[in-house]
């Protein structure tokens, strides 16, 4: 979603700028388990873009270098400036390279990524030298990996994402039909639900599930004093016995099972929806009475920034970036603190006028996060790499 973004972003200012987008003919062997970006193709259509897709070696993973994939390829030797939007290049670039880096989980919790964090770790020993630029997505996020890597911070830049939807997109989603409108084939209505809390997980591996603290929020949700208030659980995964004890306690799980294409407590107080497609997504988000999103670890939060431009009041953890992102403008809690959780939970959904204020800073915070904003500053930091050529 970022790289989409960014590349429409980058076409939207005045100035033209060529872009080569190099990608899998396959991603869903890539990403089998999570939902595929919908919305790039029409980029393709654009007289700056060309579109290049490869075969992907079928024993390369992500976390390789580049340099297999991308060396054979003329646009890359004919290229002003590499950009990699996910923390692998190459080791040998015929030009500057700049690459994005979302966060350090794989640096400080690699029991959460499997073999892919010691492959990445040593991809990254190899090709770290020929990294003209990194670029971070939170100041928080470039000082972890800067320590943790190490890497120089002089060769590092920081610009926020943006919003990766469009105004009307975000209007369409607060939109009264809705609220009648299935969000997947024979699913429920926002309208069903009544006033409801919203979780938007959005994350398919197994560490960014943990690091959501789903299970911790869903305990807090149920130590609230009798409320109307339902949970409404959004992840953009498989709902099987796997992901659901990454989402859930074991004392929930006991109490509800799949069906109608949702994991249900038997009291319909906790919902686990199905992988929605982006507009359906947004809708359940733009319904909500609160968006909570007490996560641990974030090297941006997108969800944040989209509960502000969505209008709904936002309830998040204190750690990592999410200070730095979200300001003032929602309840910061300790996302390991049950209590906390419980307390900010029943202040938001139980006082109207401090919905009503969080709402109006949201408004008024997201728009820092602008599509030219993160355009601008991503051009700034490839031409900066460019002119080192």
Aim: charged content about 20%.
């Amino acid at each position: 979603m970022h790289c989409r973004t960014l590349v429409e972003s980058i076409l939207e200012l005045p100035e033209p700028f060529g872009i080569t987008i190099i990608a899998p003919k396959e991603p869903e062997r890539l990403f089998p388990k999570s939902g595929l970006e919908p919305g790039w193709r029409h980029l393709a259509q654009d007289n700056q873009v060309r579109l290049e897709l490869v075969d992907w070696p079928g024993h390369a993973s992500l976390a390789d270098p580049l340099d297999q994939i991308l060396a054979p390829l003329e646009c890359i030797r004919t290229a002003d400036v590499i950009y990699s939007s996910y923390y692998t290049a190459m080791a040998r670039p015929p030009a500057p390279q700049v690459v994005t880096f979302h966060d350090a989980g794989f640096l400080e919790h690699p029991e959460g990524f499997g073999g892919m964090a010691e492959t990445r770790r040593k991809t990254l020993d190899w090709v770290a030298p020929a990294i003209r630029v990194m670029h971070c997505v939170s100041a928080d996020a470039r000082d972890r990996i800067c320590r943790l890597l190490p890497f120089n911070p002089s060769r590092t830049g920081v610009v926020w994402h943006a919003l990766a939807d469009l105004p009307e997109a975000m209007a369409q989603a607060r939109g009264n039909n809705w609220k009648s409108t299935p969000l997947w084939p024979c699913g429920d209505c926002p309208g069903q639900w009544g006033r409801f809390a919203f979780f938007p997980v959005g994350a398919a591996t197994g560490f960014n599930r943990l690091r959501k603290n789903v299970p911790l929020a869903v305990q807090a949700f149920r130590a609230m004093r009798p409320t109307d208030l339902r949970l409404v659980i959004a992840s953009t995964c498989l709902l099987d016995e796997s992901s659901l004890e990454q989402l859930l306690p074991e004392a929930e799980r006991a109490r509800g099972d799949l069906s109608g294409g949702a994991w249900r407590s038997n009291d319909g107080k906790v919902l686990v929806l199905p992988n929605l497609n982006r507009p359906e997504f947004l809708a359940a988000m733009a319904n909500a009475l609160v968006v909570y999103y007490p996560t641990r670890y974030e090297g941006f939060g997108l969800p944040a920034i989209e509960a502000m431009a969505l209008g709904v009041p936002l309830i998040t953890g204190n750690t990592t970036s999410l200070p730095e992102i979200v300001g003032e403008a929602g309840v910061l809690v300790d996302p390991d603190s049950l209590e906390s959780l419980a307390n900010a939970l029943e202040l938001v959904s139980s006082d109207s006028d401090h919905r009503s204020g969080l709402i109006a800073k949201g408004l008024h915070r997201v728009t820092l996060f602008s599509r030219t904003a993160m355009a601008q500053g991503m051009v700034e930091l490839f031409l900066a790499a460019a002119s080192t050529r």
